[in-house]
């Protein structure tokens, strides 16, 4: 029963439940930046380049079978590059919106650490000294 103990306290520790939602919460964002890129940001830069879809983009290493009905026998054999330059670009974006959120969280961090401390009260005994002399700076 040892080892269920211990998994169990794993599991509810506040680290493991905060891994779990960030994955989730990473795979969610991940989905919205693939959507922004596939539908959003490369049809445009595809028509700037002539109409061009980069999924599309495809290096045919061995052409399809096909028998003379127009039945595919055997699916041609194809490198997929617009794929590939699909999730460069889905992965540059991500690595850059984690950069900025990392960033912008260090900056609040150091703000904080970087408050000034209250001044420190001074003691009594060297408030009292301190209007003595001024007293005595007066009378002379």
Do not use: Y
Not at 6 to 35: C, P, Q
């Amino acid at each position: 029963m040892g080892i269920i103990k211990e998994f169990k306290e794993f599991a509810v520790k506040g680290n493991a439940i905060d891994l779990a939602v960030g994955v989730v919460i990473g795979a969610a964002f991940g989905k919205i930046v693939t959507s922004i890129v596939s539908d959003v940001l490369m049809p445009p830069i595809g028509l700037l380049m002539g109409g061009v879809n980069f999924t599309d983009i495809k290096w045919t290493m061995k052409d399809a079978i096909i028998d003379a009905t127009g039945k595919i026998l055997k699916p041609a054999v194809t490198l997929n590059v617009g794929n590939f330059l699909q999730a460069v670009v889905d992965f540059t974006i991500v690595a850059f919106s984690v950069f900025l959120l990392v960033k912008a969280i260090n900056s609040m961090s150091k703000k904080k650490d970087e408050a000034p401390a209250a001044p420190t009260p001074q003691p009594a005994q060297e408030v009292l000294l301190t209007e003595i002399r001024d007293l005595l700076k007066n009378k002379n």
